[in-house]
């Protein structure tokens, strides 16, 4: 297990988690690869294809819990916070944040030894970020004037 490894394998985690894999839950994939969608077939360069193949290979044949235990000792708190960030940006990409996606993010926190607390401003930030509603609904809490973003 390596962090790049980790990171891919991370994302096909919270992907798959609700059951149902979105458009935006793929281009985050392809973010993170740096590849693109055609035809409904994911294309990444060759670097990044066995990287692929071998990330949904893992995630469809072991268990989130042994692969935490395997990817956390090779990860540095900047690259879990990373991970965890995007892991919630993906999950939120859709609009919603799923029960399935929220105790895959949890278990990530756990074995991790993190909070929520600590994760606390970066969900409000990508909650906001994923939020588009606040364009098309005037009436949105978000557009009210005296709406202030703390951090």
């Known amino acids: 297990m390596y962090p790049q490894l980790a ?3 991370s994302l096909i985690y919270i992907t798959r988690a609700d059951g149902k894999i979105t458009n935006e839950e793929v281009g985050n994939l392809l973010l993170a690869l740096g590849g ?3 035809d409904g077939i994911i294309e990444v360069g060759e670097n990044n294809r066995a990287l692929l193949e071998k990330a949904k ?11 935490l235990a395997e990817a956390t000792p090779c990860l540095t708190e900047g690259q879990k916070f990373c991970l965890l960030t995007s892991l919630i940006d993906c999950a ?3 609009g ?4 399935e996606e929220q105790q895959v993010i949890s278990q990530f926190l756990k074995a991790f030894g993190l909070t929520e607390t600590r994760l606390q401003t970066i969900f409000e930030v990508l909650v906001l970020k994923n939020d588009r509603s ?12 005296a709406y202030r973003v703390t951090l």
Request: overall charge neutral; charged content about 15%.
């Open 7 to 9: 990171f891919v394998i």
């Open 36 to 38: 693109r969608a055609k």
């Open 57 to 67: 290979h893992y995630a469809s044949t072991i268990p989130l819990a042994t692969f």
């Open 92 to 94: 939120l990409a859709d």
């Open 96 to 99: 919603d944040l799923a029960s």
């Open 134 to 145: 606040v364009f098309i609904n005037p009436d949105h809490p978000r557009n009210h004037p």
